[in-house]
């Protein structure tokens, strides 16, 4: 497993993360935390009426990591997740939590699952507190793994586009807040597919905010789509988000046509996105894939 101090980080980077990982070992006590990947936004500036001649420079990490816990740990995954990216705001900066205990990783080691096989493979370990973790499966072929990729695709892309059709009856209906709820589940599930075809890693929130947030790890793009820069559009992405629930146990629960009709416009382009970005993927797995012969030529 990948022992590297991050040295290209900028130093003030480093010492922010040394932060969050005492923080996190305090609190928590986890067997390991693995870093799975990050991001660095800089924004520069520069302007004639600053108070001397000078250039501002500010940079936004984001870190993706994932906290294995004891197996005794009391706590529910969501709490930890939530405390977590707290204490990374706190420091300044985001982090994207996955939370999973140590049975749980080691069965997944011992049966080949791809996303803690990878992170064991190419994760950068942060913090150890000596606990040895399983060995994972040798790698799997390109071919086996395409098409484990495709039927997860499937299974789980095709209940996206189903709930969208859904929506879209009951919004022909005037039934706004049964279609926001359908379309909840429908970027739910949008997520959840492109999760698994990039990383192998199933998710089992609802929270539409984390699942998004896990995509970044593979895009950006999917995150403009709701880009919660505004009150309105920060009030539009939350009505999305809380319709699992409020559709469902709120009675006073209201949503008026044309937020319902936004909303499904910006749905419809998150699909149209994350169904692009699936093609990019198989279309680089099957560049992966070794040529044998004879060669089966459609000649259609």
Request: with cysteine; aromatic share 10%; net charge neutral.
């Given at each position: 497993?990948?022992?590297t101090?991050?040295?290209?980080?900028?130093k003030?980077?480093?010492?922010?993360?040394?932060?969050?990982?005492?923080?996190?070992?305090?609190?928590?006590l986890?067997?390991?935390?693995?870093?799975?990947?990050?991001?660095t936004t800089?924004?520069?500036?520069?302007?004639?009426?600053?108070?001397?001649?000078?250039?501002?420079?500010t940079?936004?990490?984001?870190?993706?990591?994932?906290?294995?816990?004891?197996d005794?740990?009391?706590?529910?995954?969501?709490?930890?997740?939530?405390?977590?990216?707290?204490?990374?705001?706190?420091?300044?900066?985001?982090?994207?939590i996955?939370?999973?205990?140590m049975?749980?990783?080691?069965?997944?080691l011992?049966?080949?699952?791809?996303f803690?096989?990878?992170?064991?493979?190419?994760?950068?370990?942060l913090?150890?507190?000596?606990f040895v973790?399983?060995?994972?499966?040798?790698?799997?072929?390109?071919?086996?793994?395409?098409?484990?990729?495709?039927?997860?695709?499937?299974?789980?892309?095709?209940?996206?586009?189903?709930?969208?059709?859904?929506?879209?009856y009951?919004?022909?209906?005037?039934?706004?807040?049964?279609?926001?709820f359908?379309l909840h589940?429908?970027?739910?599930?949008?997520?959840?597919?492109?999760l698994?075809?990039?990383?192998?890693?199933?998710?089992?929130?609802h929270?539409?905010s984390?699942?998004?947030?896990?995509?970044?790890?593979?895009?950006?793009?999917?995150?403009?789509?709701?880009p919660?820069?505004?009150?309105?559009e920060?009030?539009?992405?939350?009505?999305?988000?809380?319709?699992?629930?409020?559709?469902?146990?709120?009675?006073?629960?209201?949503?008026?046509?044309?937020?319902?009709?936004?909303?499904?416009?910006?749905?419809?382009?998150?699909?149209?996105l994350?169904?692009?970005?699936?093609?990019?993927k198989?279309?680089?797995?099957?560049?992966?894939?070794?040529?044998?012969?004879?060669?089966?030529?459609?000649?259609?």
């Amino acid at each position: 497993m990948n022992t590297t101090t991050f040295q290209h980080l900028a130093k003030p980077q480093r010492e922010q993360l040394v932060q969050l990982i005492q923080k996190i070992v305090k609190n928590f006590l986890p067997l390991k935390i693995i870093c799975y990947g990050y991001r660095t936004t800089t924004m520069s500036d520069w302007s004639c009426f600053f108070d001397r001649d000078t250039r501002i420079e500010t940079t936004s990490p984001t870190y993706d990591l994932l906290i294995i816990t004891d197996d005794e740990e009391k706590r529910q995954q969501h709490e930890i997740v939530d405390m977590v990216e707290k204490y990374a705001l706190s420091l300044r900066f985001d982090a994207t939590i996955i939370v999973l205990p140590m049975n749980s990783v080691n069965k997944g080691l011992e049966n080949g699952k791809r996303f803690v096989s990878s992170l064991f493979r190419y994760g950068v370990i942060l913090y150890s507190n000596g606990f040895v973790l399983s060995t994972p499966r040798q790698e799997m072929e390109t071919s086996m793994l395409k098409d484990i990729i495709e039927a997860n695709w499937h299974t789980n892309f095709d209940k996206a586009q189903r709930y969208l059709k859904t929506a879209a009856y009951c919004f022909n209906n005037g039934w706004n807040e049964l279609t926001v709820f359908d379309l909840h589940q429908s970027v739910e599930h949008a997520c959840i597919a492109i999760l698994r075809a990039y990383t192998g890693y199933r998710p089992t929130t609802h929270n539409l905010s984390r699942l998004l947030k896990l995509t970044c790890n593979i895009s950006l793009e999917v995150m403009v789509v709701f880009p919660c820069l505004t009150k309105e559009e920060t009030d539009l992405f939350n009505t999305l988000n809380r319709a699992y629930t409020e559709a469902r146990y709120k009675d006073t629960y209201s949503v008026s046509t044309e937020v319902t009709k936004t909303i499904m416009d910006r749905v419809i382009t998150l699909l149209n996105l994350i169904e692009k970005l699936y093609e990019r993927k198989r279309n680089s797995l099957e560049s992966a894939l070794p040529v044998s012969f004879p060669l089966n030529v459609n000649s259609q």
